[in-house]
């Protein structure tokens, strides 16, 4: 890859669009500690938003 494909392909990758909403596998088999954590803060969040 030459120097200017490389700054092109660093900025294409900057300049991708972040998806919301994404769906995700979550396989409590692998998931760590972090996983764990994080699933249980979305799931106060939603709690939270539906809550009020």
């Known amino acids: ?3 200017s494909n490389a700054y092109n392909a ?6 991708l669009p972040v998806g919301k909403n994404e769906d ?4 409590e088999m692998l998931a ?3 996983d ?3 699933a249980e803060r ?3 969040a939603d709690n ?5």
């Open 1 to 3: 890859m030459t120097e």
């Open 10 to 15: 660093e900025t294409n990758e900057q300049q």
């Open 24 to 27: 995700v596998e979550y396989s």
């Open 32 to 34: 760590d500690a972090a």
């Open 36 to 38: 764990r954590e994080a």
């Open 42 to 44: 979305a799931e106060a």
């Open 48 to 52: 939270r938003q539906e809550n009020g």
